[in-house]
């Protein structure tokens, strides 16, 4: 450890080259990760919200941001299932917001019952347990500016009918570019042009103790006309539809796929490079009769040290660089295992790129140290 320390400190220069290098592969890494994590998120962000144990959607309908009307009798059906106790509908659809400037913004519009969730925008207002009031909306922090919503009562017009703002929440920020406006099931109705029966999808809740793969059989086999969906299933079909299926999932997952790339290059080259640099203190090691695990012990932890203070380095600059983005991007996230892994990845990648530098280091001939 000692000798390692001081190989890498003889050329303080040289080491902070590969600090440098290293902290920019964590923080390319760590920042495109937060990106797919957050867009990932983001994608079942308002399924995920909700406490139903099922969603009945339409056939085809691989996430919330393509809503399809599904039959309104279907509501009765399901409740009419052993072990449901509620089932909520919900609509969703692209309306005109009116700013108070007069200027026009498409706004995704989501209408819910009552019960949909308590980390669901609705019903209730922050520390109230009164359900929200008519012609009331919710939209979120990082679109307030986007629709000039300076706080709660302002005065707007959706689709030509009046709204007024009851809160502006947050963490429900959209990567489609229209942003999501939460409101009750019959105020959504009237703002889309919907009838009074209309519905786009249904959320299910199941008794505590009952059998969930039980109702979801039995939801199936009455209503094969539609998809049955576990809240899981569901928030993954959104994922990867989004992900998977889209351009600007596909552009995300690439860039943090040639992120991490670009990182394992980045780390390799100045892992290597360092051993390269200090062959002749290896040579003089061998002359003095150090054995091959000796060496090979000491190019790791070069590797280990040089990967632990880049990571560190690195982790310390991209927090407060992934808040700043934030305040660009609302939906990026970077949760607490992101920094973690990548450190623990960093440390993986050093010792494999110590594997290419080890066999250099152990194959040195002695004689090199005594050529001129």
């Not at 498409?106 to 520390?127: I, K, M």
């Not at 929440?169 to 919907?194: C, E, H, K, N, W």
């Not at 290419?356 to 140290?369: G, N, Q, T």
């Amino acid at each position: 450890m000692g000798l390692a320390w001081r190989n890498l400190c003889h050329e303080r220069t040289r080491f902070a080259v590969t600090l440098c290098g290293i902290s920019f592969a964590v923080l390319l890494m760590v920042l495109q990760g937060s990106l797919l994590t957050g867009f990932m998120r983001s994608a079942s962000r308002v399924i995920d919200a909700s406490d139903a144990e099922f969603w009945i959607v339409a056939k085809g309908v691989a996430c919330f941001e393509c809503a399809t009307p599904v039959p309104a009798r279907f509501r009765e059906i399901a409740l009419g299932i052993p072990g449901v106790i509620a089932v909520e509908r919900v609509v969703a659809g692209a309306a005109v917001w009116k700013k108070p400037s007069g200027k026009s913004q498409l706004v995704y519009v989501v209408g819910t019952e009552h019960g949909a969730g308590r980390e669901f925008p609705l019903p209730y207002l922050s520390g109230s347990e009164g359900p929200l009031k008519p012609e009331m909306v919710m939209l979120d922090e990082s679109n307030a500016e986007l629709l000039e919503v300076s706080g709660a009562g302002i005065g707007v017009e959706i689709n030509r009918r009046q709204a007024s703002v009851a809160e502006v929440i947050s963490d429900f920020g959209s990567f489609i570019g229209q942003p999501y406006m939460f409101t009750t099931y019959r105020d959504a109705v009237q703002y889309l042009g919907l009838s009074g029966e209309d519905v786009h999808f249904l959320a299910v809740h199941a008794s505590t103790g009952s059998s969930l793969a039980r109702i979801q059989s039995e939801l199936q086999s009455r209503m094969p006309e539609v998809n049955v969906w576990r809240r899981e299933e569901f928030a993954w079909e959104a994922q990867t539809y989004w992900t998977m299926l889209t351009g600007a999932g596909s552009a995300i997952l690439t860039a943090a796929f040639l992120g991490f790339v670009v990182g394992t290059v980045v780390v390799s080259q100045t892992i290597y490079a360092t051993t390269m640099e200090n062959l002749e203190e290896f040579a003089t090691l061998k002359a003095m009769g150090a054995s091959r695990f000796y060496i090979q012990r000491i190019v790791l932890t070069q590797a280990w040290i040089s990967g632990s203070i880049g990571a560190l380095i690195g982790v310390s600059i991209t927090i407060p660089l992934v808040r700043l983005v934030k305040q660009s991007i609302a939906w990026v996230y970077m949760p607490w295992w992101m920094p973690v892994s990548m450190v623990a990845v960093t440390l993986g990648m050093c010792s494999l790129a110590a594997i290419v530098s080890v066999r250099k280091a152990v194959s040195v001939e002695p004689a090199r140290v005594f050529r001129a």
